[in-house]
């Protein structure tokens, strides 16, 4: 963590930030988890050699200040998904091609970022989430030669004091690169549509910029696949796609819950409303709009408010 504080420079800064560790031979629900503006707590089997370093991502969110909006709420976890994988590499704890690997996910690759209600998946602002932020990166520092990257526009975000809308966003890419990338953020962010992740490691380690290879053109669209169920068995973990089984209650890899837990009977629960076991409820309605709402997410995945 001291290797991200000290290099990931977007603002957004605390004096200290408190760190729980949590034993991990207590179902938490989560590998770790943000409390406050400037503290979070994490399982204390979390690895640090691993793309997704729980560590890292939980600090990352400890340097988020913007104000939520919905059209922009993929960048709540897509940005500390993708740079706690990018500081890891960095910091030489993983390969590139670890790294790469981990960006270059396609989970929940139909989803449309901009709108919360069309994400294939409670999950895809971590999964396509973190895919777009590292593309997004990738282009801005081939618009300026390496001069800049998504840390500037993130450092911007953090600054204004309104709320981060996507046209907002727009604006703070076009003050960072020198012109609108509009089109590429229609492409990826307000369609269905998955940017590559180039594969040239000096594009992201600060070295000399490559000459970009023309974009493929996209092909035409397959039929989506069908979401898994929540009865349908786990083979790999939402988060980091590590291999899972069906029986493990948090992936070794990263630590996240594969299930969560109904507080009365403990029961493993995913996506139900109510526990299928005992009927308590495990999802809520948000008081703003009335959506139903996990009783685990932090803010409401139709209108952005925080719970």
């Known amino acids: 963590m001291s290797y991200a504080a000290k290099n990931l420079k977007v603002g957004g800064k605390n004096d200290g930030v408190v760190v729980v560790v949590a034993p991990s031979n207590i179902n938490w629900g989560w590998g770790g988890l943000q409390s406050g503006v400037n503290g979070f707590w994490a399982v204390d089997s979390s690895r640090v050699d691993h793309a997704n370093n729980t560590w890292v991502h ?13 059209s922009t709420q993929w960048l709540i976890e897509g940005t500390t998904n993708y740079y706690a994988a990018l500081l890891t590499y960095l910091e030489s704890r993983i390969p590139f091609s670890a790294f790469h690997r981990y960006v270059t996910t396609d989970r929940h690759s139909g989803s449309v ?26 282009k801005i520092r081939r618009e300026t030669n390496g001069e800049k990257m998504f840390e500037d526009v993130f450092r911007n975000m953090n600054s204004i004091d309104e709320s981060l809308s996507h046209q907002k966003l727009e604006g703070l890419i076009r003050d960072v690169v020198g012109h ?4 590429w953020l229609s492409k990826y962010v307000k369609s269905s549509q998955t940017p590559e992740i180039p594969k040239d490691e000096d594009l992201f ?20 696949e069908e979401e898994t169920g929540p009865d349908d068995e786990i ?46 409820a495990i999802q809520e309605e948000c008081e703003v709009c009335g959506a139903r709402r996990h009783s685990s997410e932090e803010f409401c995945s139709n209108c952005g408010t925080r719970f």
């Open 58 to 70: 939980e600090y990352v969110h400890t340097r988020q200040e913007w104000t939520r909006d919905s």
């Open 113 to 138: 970022l901009v709108d919360p209600s069309q994400w294939t998946s409670s999950n895809a602002h971590y999964t396509k989430g973190r895919r777009v932020t590292a593309a997004l990166d990738a």
């Open 180 to 183: 609108r990338l509009d089109e």
């Open 205 to 224: 380690s600060g070295g000399t910029i490559p000459i970009p290879e023309p974009e493929p053109e996209p092909e035409d669209d397959e039929e989506d």
């Open 235 to 280: 083979d790999e973990c939402p988060v980091c796609g590590e291999s899972v089984t069906g029986d493990q209650q948090f992936c070794e890899a990263c630590g996240t819950a594969l299930f969560g837990q109904c507080p009365v009977c403990g029961r493993g629960v995913t996506d139900e409303p109510y526990c299928p076991e005992c009927g308590t």
